[in-house]
């Protein structure tokens, strides 16, 4: 079911009376990167997606964007639709949204999924290399901007061997407005260091890693599991950053065993 949530597409599936899961998708794609899961764990869970602003079919607005402003977003949609507390399980720039969630609103939250993603801001380089994204996306449109881009999320096993998704992803990407896309580098380069929540979080805290994760890689990433109290981090073979698309099974598997604990 779509709906519509202070201009936001939100998408629901499954018996609202079921636990909620709440998925954030990364940067530069949108709720589609979720099909696998929701197919799966909405059979007993009542999955809410959305296309996060400036992406899919949620509008730009002004594209002015900053961390705090995607979590407010968040915010509303949890007060919204969920009525009991979600889990919530979000990719990189969803990652990125969900640590700054739970440093905000931990007591609206029942689980944390943290999916190839990072406590860190940005480093200077990492600041830079989005200035140069947004200064590419000026001068020759978005378009290799985007191919670049998404070519460094996936491990070559998924490129190779599934062709047409892959394709599917990025022509899907290159169709997003490109003020909504340099909102966003803008939103990440601008946000807070989370690695100081970490040894606060209480709720528990599932931490998944693609085993050729180049953007955020698995040590980073156990790195920031071994901080937080309540956490199991599991890693997974043939996946890049975008472990959920590229191993669905194995990632959906560690997902539910997490779930039904
Ligand atoms: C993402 O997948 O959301 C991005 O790689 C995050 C980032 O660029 O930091």
Known sequence: MIKNILDLSVFTTGNKDNPPVLFIHGFPFD??????QVKKISRGHYCI???????????RGDGQFTMESFVDDLENIIDNLSPDKPTLCGLSMGGYISLR???RMEEKLSALILCDTKSLADTNEG???RARGIKQ???EG???FVEQFISNCFAEKFKRECKVEYETIVNSAKSYDAVGLKGCLLAMAGRTDTTSYLSKISIPTLVICGEEDNLTPPEVMKSMSDKIRNSIFVTIKGAGHLSPVEEPVTVNAEIEK????
């Open 127 to 129: 600041k830079v290399n």
């Open 31 to 36: 709720h589609y990167m979720w099909d696998e």
């Open 101 to 103: 969630a739970v440093e």
């Open 137 to 139: 996306i000026n001068e």
């Open 258 to 261: 997490f779930l039904n604990k």
């Open 49 to 59: 997606t959305y296309d996060v602003r400036g992406l899919g079919s949620s509008p």
């Open 142 to 144: 978005a378009d290799k």
